[in-house]
């Protein structure tokens, strides 16, 4: 263990609850050099410890809990944390983030980071606080919404305890099942299904609390720039920070770029605007909802407003949520969206995939391949709130036809037939972001090529196809969105960007530039790191992952867009006519990976990051 590098406490927690015991130990000097922390220390723990024979739901995987370097300093938006395992929903990497207090709050407690082994033969949550943990019996919380949890676990613990929660989705080992934290704020670790592994170990909470102090090396460099940067961030974020993350739905349906009825039409003029930021604020009493030191406040928190549906109270619908319950399924109420948000929290069901996959079983049943019989009597319709409310309710409690759904659109086609899997858009058994690559070509690539699916945020190169540039990492000016040149280049740079933020714990809506956050992470840590160096990091993190999953047999014949998005052109809409040539942009990505043609990383590629080790590791049919 080292203690010479800020932003660390030096210690992670190793729980087993098969044998009921908890223990500190110290971080790898490597770890924290090479891996930056969240995400990144997560592949390696992963990477050595579970593979292809690992069972998602079973006691050998195990499930990290982490923060990163920069988690509850004075970096902005630095108050995110990375939950990781083999994912249930995929069978391959999984990972899903969330920002808030949580991650801070563990880290206070005295851990970078909780890794979670084994299985509790009952219920229990797991308390840390000031370098110390228990087990502790969660029977009388076991069958809870998450707000109910939260609120009893933090009356049995600490009234400012952060905590960490599935929902009956997840005690019901749900596919679709995420990890919520903060209550009624609902902070979402939602994607890859890890509300299903904690359901599988029994483990319904973790509450977390602490005063210990996070240290920087240089805070007076963290103060100064911050100082500098902030006006910039504050100017550039007005309508984020009035309206939410919604703002943006009216704009994406203009570009093309938002996806409507299971992703089959170009546009939808005639909802977007009824559903988005705007109107939630002009039309809902809300208040901000702000992470760790951040300055844009994104967030919205619905405050009891009643509707015909129930009501609402608690943290509103991001752009994801409102598209996938909203636009997806053709659902123009604003009332049923924030509701059907408001129960997937409850829930604690990932909005995207739960969305995405309703929206294929309703084109399914329009076009006669599942009928009354297949649904239990419900007939599903698009714009019907009461389909996607009954369906929500059904896929958290394994009930009926919602056992069948629960389990993602994939494994749900491949178990009606008929045809159905040419309707579920999904990669790799993930559903696609909200976000369509005809409207943006580079994400068909970072689709097709993303560690846990189809995941925007793994690649984010579609922000440099708007508006965004960053010369520290040589993207000088926003490329031209439906062109194929220059895009594999792009998504490898994203890519690796991505992988540095989610080691690091940093928010992606904070974009100051590489070169700027390399500043943060060196006044941190005390590393003397620029934004080549930091982007290494992250491309080095990236390649472990595939290699995990290359392990789990993923190859280039995973690497592939659902035939909806490769083949089918919109005749109207801000894309029309536009389709992302996945097969030109692939066959660059490899060679410029230095990954074979069939998309296993080459001995030699693995050497030139410092994977060695990990290299040998692999069975020998891998190695190239």
Not at 1 to 15: D, H, P, Y
Not at 368 to 397: C, F, N, Q
């Amino acid at each position: 263990m080292t203690r010479s590098l800020g932003g660390f406490t030096g210690k992670l927690l190793e729980v087993d609850l098969s044998e009921g015991t908890v223990r500190a130990v110290p971080q790898r000097n490597r770890d924290m050099m090479e891996f930056i922390g969240g995400s990144g220390i997560s592949a390696r723990i992963l990477f050595e410890e579970t593979g292809p024979d690992t069972d998602p739901l079973g006691p050998e995987n195990v499930l990290c809990f982490m923060t990163g370097p920069v988690t509850g300093t004075e970096v902005f938006s630095s108050g995110r944390h990375e939950v990781s395992a083999k994912s249930p929903q995929t069978g391959i990497f999984g990972e899903a983030s969330a920002g808030g207090y949580f991650g801070v709050a563990l880290k206070r407690s005295g851990f970078d980071g909780i890794v979670i082994r084994g299985r509790a033969p009952k219920p229990v949550y797991l308390w840390v606080h000031d370098d110390t943990a228990e087990i502790r019996s969660a029977s009388d919380i076991w069958g809870k919404d998450t707000f109910k949890t939260d609120e009893m676990v933090r009356a049995e613990t600490h009234p400012e305890a952060q905590v960490s929660c599935i929902g009956v989705a997840g005690e019901n080992m749900v596919p679709l099942a995420g990890v919520l934290s903060e209550g009624r704020r609902a902070r979402a670790a939602a994607r890859s299904g890890l509300g299903a592994v904690m359901g599988s170990k029994n483990l319904k909470a973790l509450a977390v609390w602490g005063k210990g102090e996070i240290t920087s090396r240089n805070p007076e460099g963290i103060r100064a720039l911050n100082l500098k940067l902030g006006p910039g961030i504050a100017a550039n974020t007005v309508g984020m920070r009035k309206y939410g993350t919604g703002a943006s739905l009216d704009f994406g349906n203009r570009v093309g770029d938002l996806p409507t009825r299971n992703w089959g039409q170009g546009s939808w003029d005639e909802g977007a605007d009824k559903i988005g930021g705007i109107k939630i604020v002009e039309t809902m009493k809300t208040r901000k909802s702000v992470c760790h030191r951040c300055p844009i406040a994104c967030g919205k928190e619905i405050v009891e407003t009643p509707t015909k549906f129930g009501m609402l109270n608690g943290r509103g619908p991001e752009y994801e949520s409102l598209a996938s319950l909203g636009s997806m399924v053709l659902v123009d109420d604003l009332e049923a969206v924030c509701y059907a948000n408001e129960l997937c929290n409850l829930y604690g069901l990932d909005t995207i995939s739960a969305g995405a996959t309703i929206a294929f079983a309703i084109e399914l049943f329009e076009r006669g391949i599942i009928t009354e019989k297949d649904t239990d009597g419900l007939r599903l319709s698009w714009g019907d709130p009461h389909t996607v409310h009954r369906l929500l309710y059904l896929m958290a409690h394994n009930e009926g036809f919602g056992s069948i759904l629960g389990l993602g659109s994939r494994e749900a086609a491949r178990r009606i037939g008929r045809n159905a899997e040419e309707y579920a858009v999904q990669v790799k058994g993930m559903e696609m972001a909200m976000h369509d690559p005809r409207a943006r070509s580079s994400l068909g690539l970072a689709y097709a090529t993303a560690n846990r699916g189809a995941c925007h945020l793994q690649g984010q190169s579609s922000i440099f196809e708007s508006r965004a540039t960053d010369p520290s990492i040589g993207i000088p000016e926003p490329l031209p969105p439906f062109a194929t040149e220059g895009k594999a280049e792009l998504v490898i740079k994203s890519q690796s960007l991505g992988s540095a933020y989610d080691s690091l714990c940093l928010c992606r809506y904070f974009r100051p530039g590489m070169d700027k956050v390399a500043e943060y992470y060196s006044y941190v840590t005390g590393m003397d790191v620029d934004a080549a160096g930091l982007m290494e990091m992250g491309h080095r993190i990236y390649t472990l992952k595939r290699l995990y999953n290359v392990r789990c047999g993923i190859s280039r014949k995973d690497d592939v867009l659902p035939g909806r998005i490769a083949t089918l052109a919109f005749p109207d809409g801000g894309s029309r006519g536009n389709l992302p040539f996945l097969g030109r942009m692939l066959s660059e990505y490899y060679g410029l990976q230095g990954w074979s043609e069939d998309g296993i990383p080459t001995m030699h590629a693995l050497r030139s990051l410092g994977l060695e080790r990990e290299a040998e590791s692999m069975p020998s049919h891998l190695r190239r």
